[in-house]
């Protein structure tokens, strides 16, 4: 959640700041702000609202003069979203500014000790705190305030640090909170996220947890918790600013809708060698599948439906026992977790903070961890014992698709593999799985194509309230149509396992209520065909979504879409697609701010 950025060099900070914070408006923000230093003192500039408002009020950072600074967008947790809130904060004597994601779990302990000591506080924020304790831990030795700073300070953060003693000098912090470095010519950075990076440097260091970094524009250095200088290995980023453009398209989440059958097929292809699976990432051997008696999916949002969707794969193919958990219930509970227990731990950023929780919670207890993430060097793709990356590419808009897809992908791939490991499929049946493998991208183009009616159909269905429902994979699909549909529209939408319309939910039913039903499951299409019989009773009115050459499904529902005919192992992929052009053009019909809804944020990294 928010964004931080920060520049030192030879050019003028604010454009760069400024800049850096439009490429991170993805995540999701409701103010920002900018502090350079100059001349002795801190010019701190900050605004509620839209960067634009930021840019007008400094003309492009022209009216902040200066070649050091930092930057900030916040998404409100502590205050409401007020000029006085927003990042960057001053210390009482204006020596020190900072910026700072995450969330300080002690902050009220801490603020009532520097009240005491006399300091006075402006804002309601917890990040306020940080920056008096570093006023108060100074004694002329920056880098031993930060960190007897940051050792008082419980929770996650990554933190860029001003101070005027130091004019040309940057401090970054990291503890659970994504925080990159960038390297220059000249000049030198740091962001939250490596898209804020890549129009200056494609050459980064990713700071760990505990971790400080001391950036001039000649050099960056960084120190563990005990002050000792480490050396860090230099990654090198593989895609381009150009990727992260809207290339055309009217935002970015149509764009990487489209963007899917390509996506797909970078997860896919480089992992299929001659009508075999080749997972480079890592090798798990028969002996030590054997020995797993469960399978444990965790994630958040999105990336649990895909989790709950590729479940079923899972378990028909490998016919061990899978549940598919919320990380922010797993990480509080007392699972049922040890060392034959197969955990695989899903998040698009790698730094969705309850399921790094929920991680660390089932390691603890023994289980092998997966991770599948699409961003390299994250901290789940570090703290697994083995990682298989998406390879989405950027993903801008705040509701994911791509990275949906290409985790299901990767599901898909994991439960074939580990099916054939065991000694589950015959040859034939492992040739026919990757033959189908390799049609995905195909099939989701035309998935793509034969939809082309969808915004006349969307316009028919933008209602104030509407329900998804389907059976088992159909259901899990359900599930992630109706986040998308509450994601962008901001209609009320609630996904509903079809077989439980009887137990109450068909109360619901109203004359003209709009209810989505996902038929792609051809085992149980006659009993969702019933249930959409019993909601037609009642007066409902029904999109369905089906394989195409389905002709009952035609006589029920009043609109039908459709869907490449498909092995039902792997239709979530196909099904899901036009789910998220439905809820993009009921979107736009409403005139929502589609890449960046209200109250939403692209990396969850705080509880």
């Not at 990159?180 to 996220?193: H, K, M, P, R, T």
């Not at 061990?320 to 990480?331: C, G, H």
């Not at 977790?337 to 919670?361: M, N, R």
């Not at 991770?371 to 994911?400: C, F, M, Q, R």
Request: charged share 25%; glycine share 8%.
């Amino acid at each position: 959640m928010c964004g931080i950025v920060g520049f030192t060099g030879a050019r003028s900070a604010a454009p760069i700041l400024l800049k850096g914070l439009r490429q991170l408006e993805y995540r999701g923000y409701d103010s920002a702000g900018i502090a350079v230093l100059a001349g002795g003192a801190i010019d701190v500039e900050k605004v509620s609202g839209r960067i634009a408002k930021l840019c007008e009020k400094t003309r492009d950072g022209a009216a902040v003069p200066g070649v050091t600074g930092i930057g900030h967008t916040r998404w409100a947790t502590h205050g409401a979203p007020t000029d006085t809130n927003a990042h960057p904060h001053l210390s009482n004597d204006g020596r020190f500014a900072i910026v700072h994601n995450g969330i300080i779990e002690n902050y009220l302990a801490l603020r009532e000790e520097l009240i005491a000591d006399g300091y006075v506080f402006e804002s309601e924020t917890d990040t306020e705190t940080i920056v008096h304790l570093l006023e108060f831990n100074y004694d002329g030795d920056i880098k031993a305030a930060v960190m007897k700073t940051a050792a008082r300070l419980e929770g996650s953060y990554a933190l860029g640090i001003l101070c005027t003693d130091a004019p040309d000098t940057l401090y970054a912090v990291r503890e659970s909170s994504p925080l990159i470095l960038g390297i220059g010519v000249g000049e030198n950075y740091f962001a939250s996220d490596v898209t804020a990076l890549v129009a200056h440097t494609k050459n980064v260091i990713y700071l760990e947890d505990g971790e400080m970094a001391e950036l001039t524009s000649a050099s960056i250095r960084v120190y563990d918790c005990t002050g000792q200088e480490i050396k860090k290995p230099v990654s090198r980023v593989t895609w381009n600013v150009e990727a992260a453009e809207k290339g055309g398209y009217e935002h970015f989440m149509l764009k990487e809708i489209m963007e899917q059958p390509g996506a797909v097929k970078a997860a896919l292809v480089p992992r299929l060698h001659e009508g075999r699976i080749r997972l480079d990432d890592f090798e798990l051997s028969a002996e030590e599948l054997r020995g797993i008696n469960k399978i444990i999916i965790t994630a958040c949002g999105s990336a649990y439906y895909a989790g709950c969707s590729g479940r079923y794969a899972i378990e028909r193919l490998c016919r061990i026992p899978v549940q598919a958990e919320l990380a922010s219930e797993l990480r509080y509970g007392d699972p049922m977790v040890d060392e034959h227990t197969l955990v695989l731990v899903i998040s698009q950023s790698g730094e969705t903070a309850d399921t790094i929780a929920a991680l660390k919670e089932c390691r603890s207890r023994g289980a092998k961890i997966i991770g599948i993430v699409n961003v390299v060097g994250s901290t789940i793709a570090k703290l697994a014992d083995h990682t298989l990356y998406t390879w989405a590419g950027p993903e801008i808009a705040v509701a994911t698709t791509k990275g949906y897809t290409t985790q299901l992908a990767v599901l898909y791939l994991l439960a074939i593999y580990i099916a054939e490991r065991l000694g589950r499929l015959d040859e034939k049946d492992y040739a026919a799985l990757i033959k189908k493998l390799m049609q995905l991208p195909k099939l989701l183009q035309e998935t793509i194509d034969m939809n082309y009616l969808l915004p006349t159909v969307a316009s028919r269905y933008a209602s104030q309230s509407l329900f998804f429902i389907g059976r088992n994979t159909d259901y899990a699909v359900a599930l992630e149509g109706a986040l998308k549909m509450k994601e962008i529209s901001y209609l009320h939408a609630e996904s509903y396992a079809a077989g439980e319309l009887k137990h109450g939910t068909i109360a619901l039913i109203d004359e003209g209520q709009p209810v989505i039903a996902v038929c792609c499951n051809e085992a149980l299409a006659d009993k969702t065909l019933s249930n959409i019989v019993e909601v037609k009773a009642r007066g409902a009115k029904v999109l369905a979504l089906a394989f195409r050459g389905n002709t009952r499904i035609v006589s029920q529902a009043d609109d039908v879409i459709f869907i490449p005919r498909i092995d039902t192992i792997f239709s979530a992929i196909l099904a899901v697609v036009p789910l998220q052009l439905l809820a993009y053009y009921a979107a736009k019909e409403k005139g929502c701010d589609i890449d960046k809804p209200k109250n939403l944020a692209k990396s969850v990294t705080v509880e």
